[in-house]
């Protein structure tokens, strides 16, 4: 009866937590919650994973990420309740919601499709309340003039990580007449479907690091590709999809549209004019400039306290003892890695490298070795999430919180199943 409750408590923790990302930081945090109750329920069942190297290298970080928030909170009573808050940001993202979210999406009665299905609804719900509409219809490349209510980055996050998704489950190998194949037509109908709105949300939510993120993506998945087509049964289907992709990648570029409203962000015209006539300086775009800015403080503070850092809530105060007077009202350092680097030291570097390392590992293995969607999706998601948060933090807001999580808990969902693969081997 226990593992019952359990289960369906996972199933809807997992579902109301995808389906918030885009509409409800309450769903989002109802849903985690849900997942880490449906966890301890069945924690005596628990005790086979822990030879997974992934799960002990998460709760390892959990515990110094515990230790660190602490010393920092002693070091400096004054900002006790920063260190704390931003503490338990870090703890959600070092791993053990993403292993309950993994365990779920193993033991849990929502399938994959489903998961999705939601997440694409949830995105597309979400962006589309901060779209004028109306000046849409008219102009629907208008860029950031489209968007009101919500953040640009955000919007174009989110409308990425669906992309990235979809690049990685459309382009995954298929045998053609299989059972498998002919139920997946539906599902890529629909993910074509919604990656016209994602992409629509992106062009329009003009973020660079977004731009480049999918860029990575799609870049990973004709890598994936290219590699598998090795396989003479898999050459002529991946020729069919390089082909494809250059075509469309093309029709894109000569839509003049689609061209300046990526172009424009990224100042390339501006800056190309002002190298020919030599007046190009290293601060152009003037965002690039800042987040330089941003870094080298980071760095900086990074260097003078190495082994734990300041403390998980103390970027705030350190930038705005910054000498740079542009960056002093900064949250963060638009880095992860700086981030923590300033923050935790040098462990929570380590730490989070080789949880993800490990994480994004088992998704590429899944990927070749099972040739599966679901980790073609997980592995092009890795690149995009890695691209974007060397210039975004992300996990600071629980939309990214929750996708750092989904992703997890898809690289754990196949970390334990090798794990059991090889447990049944031996």
Known sequence: MRGRIACWLGTIGLGTMV????????????????????TLLVVDELKGTLRCPELRVALALTGFLVVVTLIAGVREPALASEHRNYGWDLIRIAGLPAFAAGWWLSHGKLSRRALFVLFSIGVIAGGAEFIEWEHALSAPLAGRGLIHGGNFNSLSFLAGVLLAINLGAVLAPFRPGSAGSRRRWPLVLFGLAASLVAAFFLLNGQSRGAYLGVLGSLIVALGLRLWIGRDGGMRRQTITILVLVVLVGTVAYAAKPVRSVVLDRFHIASMFDKFLSGSLTSGEPETLDIRIKLWREGISAFARRPLLGYGPGAAPKLLSASEYTEIRHSPHFHNVWIQWGATTGVGGVLGFALLYGLLARASLRGALDRRDAFDWAATTLWAFVGIVTMVQLRYNQPAGTAVVVLLGGM??????????DERAAN
């Not at 918030?20 to 449906?38: K, Q």
């Open 19 to 38: 389906l918030g990302v885009g509409v409800s930081t309450a769903a989002i945090n109802i849903g985690m919650a849900l997942l880490s109750l449906a």
């Open 411 to 420: 690289a754990f969902a196949t970390a334990l199943r090798g794990s059991l």
